[in-house]
């Protein structure tokens, strides 16, 4: 073969990837922190530019979902909407669903394409999250009462599947993993401190069933709290509700930020939700009988309109 190229040939033991730089590695943390702030001056712009402030709460809950859609996988719905059982028992319209639109139908469709008042069943919901423009004592219990409400509608637990995010460990009760669930404020209102709302957070948690708790709440420039399995040696293990801490003590985790923090609370709730909702199985039997009206049909009372598999003798043609 005849030699076509210039010698010496570059050595390919050189072909390397570049060495890490802190910017790329920590890149996810600092878009969290980017969107965070972005929120909360949004938000902020909304409450001051408002008219009629009483009005500024659905703006910023728009800005919020429209945010959190950018940076949940394409794979997870997100939107307002009314959340309901088969039962017809519903917790009204909540400020964001967490959905799997791919497999599920809603139940009513909006009356618009812009309309905030579509249907969808419980069986379709990997989480819920309540927004709060300011947070205080009544606004926290209010988003509580709601999240709670959301707990309690009626879930059948999902059959043991073969899919992709089927874990070995999720047996019995347990695969039904609760909805997450959380509490996003923009800001505190002014005069209240974030430790004293944590407090209040953990003690309503301390009044409700195990599987009915609040997974985090998230305030935007102040901090984040959540739950871990109790230990006493080794690092806490994050709490996903899914069956292994049942019978576990929960300890509060908590994570204080503010607005010149390299930390981000809104980073903190994004990777827990992701983590948690990657585990969840999410049962689509029976969704549209459950939702529809019960089944009418009717069938011949004799074997004469059989249909009969090939080659069968047993019975006569014309029986």
Request: aromatic letters at 6%; one cysteine or more; charged letters at 25%.
């Amino acid at each position: 073969m005849t030699e076509t190229w210039t010698p010496p040939l570059p050595d390919p033991a050189d072909w390397t990837p570049r060495a890490e730089r802190d910017n790329l590695r920590d890149a996810l943390r600092r878009r969290c922190l980017g969107i965070e702030k972005l929120v909360r001056l949004r938000s902020q712009l909304e409450r001051e530019m408002n008219i009629d402030n009483f009005d500024s709460g659905l703006g910023v809950e728009d800005i919020v979902r429209e945010q959190l859609r950018l940076l949940f996988p394409s794979r997870y719905g997100v939107r307002s909407g009314v959340v309901n059982d088969s039962e017809g028992r519903t917790v009204g319209e909540c400020d964001v669903l967490l959905l799997n639109e791919s497999w599920f139908p809603s139940i009513k469709a909006g009356a618009t394409a812009e309309s905030r008042r579509l249907h969808f069943p419980v069986e379709a919901t990997y989480g819920v999250i309540e927004v709060k423009q300011s947070l205080d004592a009544a606004a926290l219990d209010a988003a509580m009462a709601k999240l709670v409400t959301v707990s309690r509608l009626r879930r059948e637990a999902a059959p043991k599947l073969l899919v992709e995010n089927r874990d070995a460990h999720l047996i019995g009760d347990h695969n039904m993993q609760p909805i997450f669930k959380a509490v996003i404020a923009t800001d505190l209102r002014p005069g209240e401190d974030f430790e004293d709302l944590v407090h209040r957070f953990v003690a309503l948690n301390g009044q409700v069933r195990r599987r009915e708790v609040i997974t985090a709440l998230c305030v935007l420039g102040h901090g984040f709290a959540s739950w871990s399995i109790a230990s006493e040696d080794g690092p806490p293990q994050l709490a996903y509700f899914d069956g292994v801490e049942e019978t576990e003590h929960l300890r509060p985790v908590l994570l204080h930020t503010g607005p010149d923090a390299t930390d981000s609370a809104l980073y903190e709730l994004f990777t827990l939700a992701l983590g948690y909702m990657s585990s969840m199985v999410l049962p689509i039997d029976d969704v549209a009988v459950k939702y529809g009206a019960p089944q009418r049909v009717q069938h011949p009372t004799t074997a004469t309109w059989d249909l009969h598999p090939d080659g069968c003798t047993c019975w006569d043609t014309a029986h």
